[in-house]
């Protein structure tokens, strides 16, 4: 298992040095390899096609969009009105307040979701306890429920205590389901962590609290960063907790919203909004994935890797 | 536990070692509590209520369920709706697993020794961060069949002069959207299964190469053994994933927001729409069978790939 990436700490010493060149002979070009370099590139080229296709049909017509896929967009810029299907996208389906609900529901339930997270793991991992590797287990078994299978006594019970078709009951069920992947994935950072920083601390007389606080989080700094952000992305992309538990408009989320907007826009034919409105759900994790991209990959590799 | 023994032998610093110890074992539940409740109450709970009311019929808000006994069970397995789901599933998780897999170990063959492989894995990655359902409008245009107004799909077959396809239509969904899975995910595989490969001590590829191998030598001598056990976890991540399909399938299918045909639905889409869809009337024993179906299901196949995965550890 590779040591999770951490906070840079100390820079690795020195790179290895270029592999050296292979004999002479055995370069030969292989069918396989000529086929998987065309298939990579293939596939490459397709996703940043795909990534355009979206961009510039959000600024189309439909007639643009169906007759001129490859084409930049033309019409809305000659009518002087660019951002038309934006506008319309944010006015119809309403995305002005799912924006701020999905931003502030999404943010509190990751951060909470970590806040809770940690002191568990830390405790799964470092305390010495007897039976809590079981317990590791039990909580991450909790992975593989699909939340289809707790949704009916879940919506039942919260409707009896009023918290169905309410932004706080699904941030308690965004949290709670959100715990089984974090808990894991930052057991693995915990475990990985140097023994002789705790111990130190142990002997210059520093509580086990104090020891959890002042040292193991912000060595764990890395690990907690890299669950908030996959909270942030996973919690901002679901939609289908938010289909059940979200019945008012001024409640719904940006993946909710856009659900709505989706029958009643292809209804009409509104094709440039309805991309309008994707592009708005996609963008900002676009920009989250492209600033931090190496450290999303990573923490997703860690969860899986283990 | 050696508490005892310590205090009965007093050690001066082994002494406060072991309070030490006792103190830190004292942060435990107050540690773990939070989590762990959340966790029962949340989801292992419901789990357990799910099973009881999969034995009661239940037409759910008003209504109170009562004890039937395996009746629900029954006519789930002899209705066409679970059926179909059940097929289309097990479509997904196998027909897409296959498929996504074998994509996936194409790329490791070529993407270790390719310029600007890191760069290829983030552009591969990029679709695994977008919402499903957003990704479900997305094909929705792809795949539109409309003459005179045809979706990007459509459009390039008629421009190299095929004929125009229905991909979205019932019977077709399941492929086109096994397809879009096998598009989606397998930047993710391939990122888990790169880090792998990253992992393997690179002097025996040059052992290979200097030896002659061939990419596939390469992979099947090298690469595969050395990242099985990660190719087993990347396997039940993916088994889990599958099984949970619901919102690209409710989309990309149906008008978006009541159920899809049912020759197209998921397990998924069955509960959700025993409960909560807009078609007749809540059918909440109904929609908690299927769900047992499918932790049944996610716990059969996950234990099966353990067990025909299992192999001893290469340690490198």
């Known amino acids: 298992m590779t040591a999770p990436p951490r906070e840079p700490v100390a820079k690795p010493v020195r790179r290895p040095p270029r592999k050296p060149k292979p004999a002479p002979g055995s370069r030969r070009l292989s069918p396989l390899k000529v086929l998987g370099t065309v298939v990579v590139w293939a596939f490459t080229a397709f996703n940043l096609f795909v990534l355009y296709w979206l961009l510039s049909s959000s600024f189309k017509t439909p007639v643009e969009i169906f ?8 019409q809305w810029f000659v009518a002087g009105d660019p951002f038309r299907n934006y506008v319309y996208a944010w006015n119809q389906a309403g995305l002005g307040s799912a924006f701020v609900n999905t931003v502030l529901l999404v943010g509190a339930a990751a951060i909470v979701t970590v806040v809770v997270s940690a002191p568990a793991a830390y405790a799964l991992t470092r305390l010495g306890v007897r039976g809590a590797s079981g317990m590791t287990g039990f909580v991450a078994i909790g ?13 039942v019970n919260m409707a009896k ?46 509580s086990p609290l104090r020891t959890f606080v002042s040292i193991m989080l912000p060595l764990a700094r890395g690990g907690l960063i890299t669950a908030l952000i996959l909270n942030l992305i996973g919690l901002w992309n679901e939609t289908l907790l938010a289909i059940v ?20 826009a292809s209804y009409q034919s509104e094709y440039g909004g309805l991309i309008a409105g994707v592009a708005i759900v996609v963008l900002p994790m676009l920009v989250l994935y492209v600033v931090l991209a190496r450290r999303i990959i990573t923490g997703l590799t860690l969860g899986a890797g283990k | 536990m050696t508490t005892t023994a310590e205090a009965v032998v007093p050690r001066p610093r082994r002494g406060t070692h072991g309070q030490h110890e006792v103190r830190k074992r004292r942060l435990f539940w107050p540690f773990v509590a939070p989590a762990f409740a959340l966790y029962l109450i949340f989801l292992v709970l419901p789990t357990i209520a799910t099973v009881v009311l999969s034995f009661t019929s239940w037409a759910g808000a008003g209504d109170s369920p009562e004890f039937s006994g395996f009746t629900q069970y029954a006519r789930m397995w002899a209705s066409d709706s679970f059926q179909y789901s059940f097929r289309n599933t097990l479509i997904y998780v196998f027909v897409g697993g296959i498929g996504t897999f074998v994509l996936a170990f194409l790329f490791t063959m070529v993407l270790r020794e390719m310029r600007g492989g890191k760069l290829v894995r983030a552009i591969l990655f990029f679709p695994n ?73 690179p002097y025996l590829y040059e052992d290979a190469e200097l030896a002659g191998a061939s990419p596939w030598q390469k992979f099947r001598n090298v690469t595969l053994p050395l990242t ?31 159920s899809p045909p049912n020759n197209a639905w998921t397990l998924g889409i069955y509960v959700f729409d025993r409960s909560f869809g807009s078609n007749g009337t809540p059918d909440f024993g109904a929609a908690c069978a299927c769900a047992v179906a499918m932790i049944a299901l996610v716990t059969v196949l996950v234990l099966l790939l353990r067990r025909l995965m ?4 290469i340690q490198f």
């Open chain 2, 228 to 258: 099985w056990d990660v190719v087993g976890v990347a396997g039940v991540l993916w088994t889990i994933n599958a099984l949970k399909i619901f919102e690209l399938v409710f989309v990309l299918a149906g008008p978006g927001t009541y």
């Open chain 1, 161 to 206: 205590i009023g918290l169905a078709n309410n932004l706080f009951g699904l941030f308690l069920i965004y949290v709670a389901l959100s715990l089984p992947f974090t808990v894991f994935l930052l057991t693995g950072f915990f475990r990985s962590l140097p023994d002789e920083m705790e111990e130190a601390a142990a002997i210059d007389g520093a």
């Open chain 1, 245 to 264: 538990f979200l019945q008012e408009n001024a409640d719904f989320t940006l993946s909710r919203a856009l659900f709505t907007f989706y029958g009643a």
């Open chain 1, 67 to 74: 007759t001129q896929p490859f084409q930049l967009p033309r």
């Open chain 2, 129 to 201: 961060i977008v919402a499903p359902v957003a990704l479900g409008m997305f094909l929705g245009f792809v795949f539109k069949y409309q003459p005179g107004k045809q979706g990007l799909a459509n459009f390039l077959l008629e421009s190299v002069g095929l004929t125009a396809a229905k991909f979205l239509d019932p019977a077709n969904v399941t492929w086109a959207v096994t397809a879009a899975i096998m598009w989606a995910s397998s930047g993710f595989y391939i990122t888990i299964l790169m880090a792998a490969v990253d992992r393997i001590p």
């Open chain 1, 143 to 155: 992975m593989g429920v699909p939340f289809q299978t707790v949704i009916i006594p879940l919506f």
């Open chain 2, 310 to 313: 299992r192999r001893d550890a």
